[in-house]
């Protein structure tokens, strides 16, 4: 099964001063890490598909080996009229327009340890989880205002909005539907003081609705107590766990070290070579 990797490197200078070179924490690069090999190793092929600035960074630091599948600056091309604050994953879904199905579309921070080709490939369309309505998050049509036209009128508001961080995505035909609509949003809107609405609509709400629309059914892999429970083994998702690490610098050094260590563990010659990383090295042990 082919997948990719995304990484629009936009949204990080738009939050920081121009002057800051660009850079990737050392959890983001480890939880990367495992991501690709994990799913290498367990599922096919994965590529990296970013920008130009993103291409150097992996190339410098010698990541590229991470993707057997490349990497390709395909994420140059974005419009610019897109608001990388509002709408940081609009590359997410840029790259999945450009990469075509069927595909895996895994977010950098989701590890998959286990075949999923027999879970997926019957479906049209799958996710990971869907999500509750919650009316802050997931708002009516009323909450997203827009400078051109974009038609609200067609969409079900009443289906569960789906989480994306591992989607499956099998008919090419709908996959070109959604990205274009999604980015169609984008340029469209209008986003006042609640960004969060904005890119969850066109990237987590935007999908089921427009899934119902086509006929096209939904597998959900999981419900998402199930996903964070103790009872699962199949996925790993860490975006839950990054607030955590950002308030307290030790859960962040321990959640590096325990990456290091699984990674020299099942992956001790490409562990070598990440051990070399200056912002890697503190948390390989000696072998």
């Known amino acids: 099964m082919r997948a990719f ?3 629009w490197t936009r949204p990080f200078f738009a939050r920081h001063p121009a002057d800051r070179p660009y850079h990737i924490d050392a959890a983001e690069l480890l939880t990367t ?11 096919g092929s994965i590529s990296m598909l970013c920008d130009s600035i993103a291409q150097d960074y992996y190339k410098k630091y010698e990541l590229d080996f991470l993707w057997d599948g490349g990497i390709h600056p395909v994420l140059d091309e974005i419009d610019p ?15 999945l327009r450009t990469f075509g199905a069927p595909c895996v579309m895994l977010d950098t921070d989701f590890i998959v340890w286990h075949d999923l ?7 049209p369309l799958a996710v990971i989880h869907r999500e509750d309505i ?12 827009t400078h051109r036209p974009f038609d609200f009128t067609t969409l079900d508001w009443s289906v569960r909005p789906t989480n994306t961080a591992l ?20 340029r469209a809107a209008s986003p006042a003081d609640h960004h969060l609405t904005y890119m969850v609509f066109a990237e987590q709400r935007l999908l089921p609705m427009l899934a119902r629309q086509k006929g096209i059914p939904i597998c959900s892999l999981m419900e998402l107590p199930e996903l964070f429970g103790s009872g699962q083994d199949w996925f790993t998702h860490i975006w839950g ?16 070290t325990r990456c290091a260590s699984r990674l020299q563990r099942d992956f001790p010659t490409e562990a070598v070579r990440l051990g070399t990383l200056p912002t890697l090295s503190p948390y390989f042990h000696p072998v």
């Open 5 to 7: 990797h995304s990484n």
């Open 33 to 43: 890490a495992l991501s690709a090999l994990v799913w290498r190793r367990e599922n």
């Open 117 to 123: 080709s027999a879970w997926l490939s019957p479906h």
């Open 81 to 95: 009229a897109i608001d990388p604050v509002c709408f940081w994953a609009a590359g997410k879904l840029h790259a």
């Open 134 to 145: 919650m009316p802050d998050i997931y708002p009516d049509a009323s909450a997203l205002h």
């Open 241 to 256: 766990f990054k607030q955590q690490m950002r308030q307290d610098t030790a859960v962040y050094e321990a959640f590096c």
């Open 167 to 186: 989607s499956w995505f099998g008919d090419g035909d709908f996959l070109r539907y959604y990205t274009e609509t999604a980015l169609d949003f984008m």
